[in-house]
């Protein structure tokens, strides 16, 4: 029979009520803690994503909708499905169409080259909100006679619409919670940002977003 007094391995600790050594108790106690903290914690994350991802831009012609409310009234009214759209667009699955769907959001550069895959035309414009509807975030034109052409710089219409309110990169920055390298980085360095940066920024400036489509050639 083994000397359980003398043997290392033996653990000779006082024992609770429920059968575990006091310091193994307290051991399950700190790992209790920190998996409430970190449910807490998961509980915040998941309620500020559902918080940043629900936020509705209020369109002219609709009571309201998402980032990419004209890309899904486009679908609607073409017909064209995400995986007809990945497949425009040389994707092998629709998995990235239906990841920007669900994201609510994509870079202004992947709008660009949808709606071109698809054989139409998109342009984006900035004009102060005290024209027309001044309550909207974006003015939709679908399939319109007279929409005007693309411009060879993606946010060329960003930039003219910051000349037209004389505000400087530093002031827009600061209205947006951003540096002003990333203004800068935008419009000089990638010719590139997000949906939701596009309203983000006609808001700062007081302006509504217009986005005429239109099929090409007309």
């Avoid at 998402?66 to 899904?72: D, G, Q, R, S």
């Avoid at 009214?77 to 990841?99: C, D, L, N, P, W």
């Avoid at 698809?118 to 909207?136: A, L």
Wanted: hydrophobic content about 35%.
């Amino acid at each position: 029979m083994l000397n359980q007094i003398n043997n290392p391995y033996i653990c000779h600790q006082p024992h609770s009520k429920a059968g575990f050594p006091i310091r193994f108790r307290a051991k399950l106690k700190n790992i209790e803690h920190y998996c409430n903290l970190f449910g807490l914690f998961a509980k915040e994350m998941r309620m500020n994503t559902e918080k940043k991802t629900s936020g509705r831009r209020k369109f002219l012609n609709g009571d309201g909708g998402m980032n990419l409310k004209f890309v899904t009234e486009f679908m609607n009214r073409t017909g064209h499905t995400t995986t007809s759209i990945a497949e425009k667009m040389g994707y092998k699955s629709r998995q990235t169409v239906f990841h920007w769907l669900d994201k609510d959001d994509m870079k202004i550069s992947k709008c660009y080259e949808l709606f071109e895959a698809c054989g139409y035309t998109i342009k984006f414009s900035m004009v102060p909100k005290s024209e027309g509807v001044i309550d909207c975030t974006a003015v939709v034109n679908m399939v319109t006679e007279d929409a005007p052409r693309p411009d060879d710089r993606r946010l060329g219409f960003m930039s003219r619409a910051i000349a037209k309110t004389n505000m400087t990169h530093e002031e827009l920055a600061k209205a947006l919670g951003r540096r002003r390298t990333a203004i800068h980085h935008w419009l000089n360095e990638v010719d590139d940002c997000m949906i939701s940066q596009v309203y983000e920024t006609a808001e700062a400036l007081g302006m509504k977003v217009t986005i005429d489509i239109q099929p090409k050639g007309k």
